[in-house]
């Protein structure tokens, strides 16, 4: 965020006497210089200049001349300032002397000029200062005027206000204005560039000169040629002068340093080189700086780090020297500097300066203050508290107990001080706002009533908003949606308010504003906000500048970029002409700017790949080689990655490798990773973290990938976190986790602890939210619960099956593919009735079987799964059914080994292998003379392979050839390792076949 509007306030100046009228005597009478009157600073500083600058005295006498000093009656004072006889006198003396003349009769009429706004606490208004400009058209500084007259006349007028532009601004003021400075620049460029060096000019001069230059920029003020050039020329004075500068010099003449860089001077060699002289007298001068000057010093170098002069030398040493001060003469901080200190040291922090010891120990000593003197904060303050709040908990700042009460106590101001909050105020509070929220703070009535108070003056002053304040509001707004912010009629509004901005200033808008924008934009659609009007506009509006700005993106805006892209096409699941070319656009400087990314960076962009791919992103080279460079990250990188990011990694990997990205070396690397993490941070997992991943897993497995150790722990610590949060997981996370506990089972993953308890946990769940289920989730319900088979209790699996297939007679809009597995799922169920009893659950459930079946032959289905199902359940039913399948089949040793064993006892029996009968699957043996099947069952037809626990497959394969008439006799694999083990087998099929 800007932090431009957290500038240091100045304080204007009283003098403690003045004159009455002008001296009469000739500029070589008297004894030197007339005496300057002592300025002091101003208690209550109004905005954006730092503390006073104090004139000295001279060394020389009051003439005798002087006009006596009177009582400050501000508005005769003023009346007596513009009389004509006054410029008059003025014009006489500068003529009268010629070049002889000093300017010092100027220099008096300048410090009644100040007088006057010091005694009115304020600077003049516009129509002062209208009347003054009048006068000031013959006020003319000359090349003959000393030093002291030319530092006295600029900077008096400067803090009175006499050069401040008013908008609008009268062009006649504007041309006295830049006439009146025209001669004033010369005349100090001309003195400081006399050979040899002027013997009057001094540090406090060049001090003063530089704070009223900072200032005029700060008022509006244009830096012309000639400023510039003044400003260099004093600059290269600072080097020789530094023993000269006491503590308010140094405090002012980095505060004006600071303000020039940052209203655009360039950071010359002169100006680095008064950097340096000066950084090394903070440090020396330390004890000598009072609370007003601590904070304008930190201040500006927070300034001067933000502007890029971080490197400067002693900058480092000089904050070292600065921040123990703070805790100090915390005391004496008044409201404005508190703001200023927290401000500064919030944007130290931003700009990558470790956060010290010393750092946090001001901060800590600054925060209890801010309740005390909360209601002496203006609108602005309160801003750049927030803001700075706000920052420094994004840069890592523990939220402490203070820090709490400190948020707590400012936000109830927003709401008082809502009518004072210019543009960039409402902006920063918004953002504030947000990214506290986003860190965790919490959503008080104090919070969601500054909010409130902010969003009407967002559609107040809406035409005021430059393109950065447009950017940064609808982050704000979008961040806050996410955060559960409740989209009211007035949020509705200033987001309309908003969006035909986004167009209207697109061409101004820098790269990561267009990253921010996109992302936000995306955030309100997700949440709810497409049918704000002008939305998909600003959207059209964006996306070709990523493809104009696409070289000058930071690690940060791809990410943001490119997870935007992919969350429109998972929304709105179109993809327009100017997405692909942003898309294309980016993807090469993923694998060009791979080396930047942080660790969130990497696992938010593996799991924007995985989306895109998945909503139909063709695998380009370009894509392929920022996947690849993606990879060798994570191992890079696994030790920074959150609970959260290794959930979206895991998700991405299995999502990647279901849309035919290879299983490559540097995927099962990433894979390998990142499953040891899983365990270590099991406790950190959300129920959508822990659905996510169990479901990647089934899906790696079901891709070939290798449950070694490794996985096998992954998959065992997350079935215990299924287990603590089963009272947590919605709808769609139910039926995620228990598709993917059956395919694990279907894939041989061994009977890992807490597998049955996570599975019993999560049935209970379906039963009491069994009319939240979309079509989806309830297809694979049945199917999950189906080939779990016998791990599941026989009632918990009929009432379950019961309740779901009758939410599909609710006429559910169902694709082929859910009808399929709804089918496959009833049958096996009708099956495992079958197999125990003859019931009329059984006759109930062949009902719904009819019913799907019939509507799975309306989708003509072309794939072998599907016309398998409608062979299984045309069979089971009677049906006579059109369709054929032809099997693969394969015949195992063992098979071999016991077919032959058995012919060899029972040579006269025939004997036929892998048998299709009546279109059904294969069976193993057919003794086709006894209508008997024998059934090798190897440890695939187990759940878990423990040749106890019979899969759904294996049981409706048994239930269909028992309908179809055959007697089966079940033999398992590991019951047939050699002739004594197969004998008892042997023997019961002679019992039961009659053979001897």
């Known amino acids: 965020m800007d932090g431009r509007s957290a500038g240091i306030s100045s304080n204007y100046t009283r003098s403690s006497n003045d004159y009455n009228k002008l001296n009469n005597h000739a500029p070589s009478s008297g004894r030197g210089r007339y005496r300057h009157a002592t300025v002091r600073p101003w208690d209550i500083p109004p905005r954006n200049a730092p503390g006073r600058n104090e004139f000295y005295h001279s060394s020389g006498t009051r003439s005798s001349q002087n006009l006596q000093c009177r009582s400050v009656n501000p508005a005769q004072d003023f009346n007596a300032l513009i009389k004509q006889e006054i410029m008059d006198d003025l014009v006489s003396k500068s003529n009268h002397f010629g070049h002889r003349y000093d300017g010092r009769n100027h220099g008096q009429y300048a410090s009644l000029i100040k007088k006057y706004t010091s005694a009115a606490e304020r600077p003049l208004n516009r129509a002062e200062q209208s009347q003054l400009i009048r006068l000031l058209q013959n006020f003319t500084a000359t090349r003959s005027w000393n030093w002291r007259s030319l530092t006295t006349t600029l900077h008096s007028l400067t803090s009175a206000g006499v050069f401040t532009l008013h908008k609008p601004m009268d062009e006649r003021v504007k041309l006295t204005q830049a006439n009146l400075l025209s001669t004033l620049f010369d005349a100090i460029i001309f003195h400081c560039n006399q050979t040899p060096q002027a013997r009057d000019i001094d540090a406090q001069g060049i001090a003063n000169l530089l704070w009223a230059m900072a200032k005029m920029l700060d008022n509006g003020q244009e830096r012309t040629p000639e400023f510039n050039e003044a400003v260099v020329t004093l600059l290269s004075h600072v080097n020789a002068q530094k023993d000269q500068f006491q503590a308010q010099g140094i405090a002012n003449l980095l505060w004006a340093m600071a303000k020039l860089v940052d209203n655009g001077l360039e950071p010359t060699p002169g100006l680095k080189e008064a950097l340096a002289a000066l950084l090394p007298l903070v440090k020396a001068q330390k004890d000598q700086f009072w609370a007003q000057a601590i904070a304008n010093l930190l201040w500006a170098m927070a300034k001067l780090v933000d502007n890029g002069l971080e490197r400067a030398p002693g900058l480092k040493e000089a904050l070292a020297a600065l921040l123990p001060l703070v805790n100090a003469q915390r005391n004496q901080l008044n409201a404005q500097c508190i703001a200023n200190l927290l401000w500064a040291m919030a944007k130290l922090v931003d700009n990558e300066l470790e956060p010290t010891p010393g750092l946090k120990e001001a901060v800590a000593a600054l925060l209890p203050l801010l309740d005390a003197q909360k209601n002496r904060l203006n609108a602005q303050g309160i801003a750049n508290l927030l803001w700075a709040m706000a920052k420094l908990v994004d840069n890592g700042l523990e939220q402490t107990l203070g820090f709490k009460e400190a948020v707590a106590a400012l936000l109830p101001l927003v709401n008082a001080h809502k009518d004072q909050f210019i543009p960039q105020a409402i902006t920063n509070l918004l953002w504030a706002v947000a990214k506290l929220v986003d860190n965790g703070q919490e959503q008080t009535p104090g919070l969601n009533g500054a909010v409130a108070a902010l969003l009407p003056l967002v559609n107040a002053q809406k035409d005021q908003f430059i393109p950065q304040h447009i950017a940064n509001m609808l982050w704000a707004m979008a961040k806050l949606v996410d955060n559960g912010q409740e989209q009211t009629p007035e949020f509705k509004k200033a987001v309309a308010a908003l969006l035909p901005h986004v167009n209207a200033q697109k061409d101004q808008f820098i790269p990561q504003a267009v990253a921010n924008l996109l992302w936000a934009m995306v955030k309100l659609v997700e949440n709810t906000q497409q049918q704000t009007p002008g939305l998909n506009e600003a959207v059209a509006a964006l996306l070709p ?336 059914c059109l369709v054929v399948r032809h099997y693969q089949t394969a015949i195992s040793k063992t098979q071999a080994d016991f077919r032959n064993q058995l012919q060899s006892c029972m040579p006269s029996l025939k004997i036929e292998e892998e048998k299709s009968l009546k279109s059904l699957p294969p069976v193993d043996l057919l003794l086709p003379d006894h209508n008997m099947v024998i059934e090798i069952q190897g440890p695939s037809h187990y759940v878990g392979g423990d040749f106890n626990t019979r899969k759904g497959s294996t049981l409706l394969k048994i239930a269909l050839l028992q309908k179809s008439g055959f007697e089966v006799i079940e033999i398992p694999v590991n019951r047939l390792c050699n002739q004594d083990l197969m004998k008892p087998f042997i023997d019961q099929i002679k019992k039961r076949t009659n053979s001897h």
């Open 545 to 880: 500048l990523v493809n104009v700005q696409k070289a000058n993106f930071k690690p940060q805006g791809i990410a943001n970029l490119l997870w935007a892209m992919a969350k429109l096409v998972d929304i709105t699941q179109e993809r327009t002409p100017e997405l692909n070319e942003a898309v294309t656009a980016l993807l090469p400087h993923v694998n060009a700017q791979k080396d930047q990314f942080i660790a969130q960076h990497v696992a938010n962009l593996l799991w924007i790949m995985a989306k895109l791919v998945d909503n139909g992103q063709e695998q380009t080279p370009e894509f392929n080689e920022a996947v690849a460079a993606l990879l060798p990250c994570v191992n890079a990188k696994k030790d920074q990655f959150n609970a959260r990011d290794i959930s979206n990694q895991l998700w991405a990997m299995a999502k990647l490798v279901e849309n035919m990205q290879q299983q490559t070396p540097g995927l099962n690397k990433a894979v390998a990773t990142l499953l040891p993490h899983v365990k270590i941070q099991k406790a950190n997992f959300k129920q959508q973290d822990i659905a996510n991943m169990l479901w990647a897993m089934a899906k790696l497995v079901d891709n070939r990938y290798e449950q070694t150790p490794e996985f096998n722990k992954s998959v065992a610590a997350l079935l215990t976190c299924v287990i603590v949060q089963k009272a947590n997981f919605n709808p769609q996370e139910i039926a995620n986790l228990l598709w993917a506990m059956a395919k694990l089972v279907d894939n041989g993953q061994e009977q890992t602890p807490g597998l049955y308890e996570a599975v019993a946990a999560l049935l209970h769940r379906v039963n009491a939210q069994e009319d939240q289920f979309n079509a989806q989730g309830i297809a694979n319900l049945l199917w999950s619960t189906a080939k779990l088979g016998e791990l599941i209790e026989l009632n918990v699996a009929t009432s379950t099956c019961e309740s779901l297939v009758y939410r599909i007679s609710k006429n559910l809009q169902f694709s082929q593919e859910e009808i399929s597995m709804s089918l496959w799922g009833v049958m096996v169920c009708c099956a495992r009735l079958a197999l125990v009893s003859k019931t009329n659950k059984s006759n109930v459930l062949e009902k719904h079987m009819a019913d799907l079946l019939t509507r799975l032959e309306n989708t003509s289905p072309d794939n072998e799964e599907d016309r398998s199902n409608m062979i299984m359940a045309s069979s089971w039913l009677g049906r006579a």
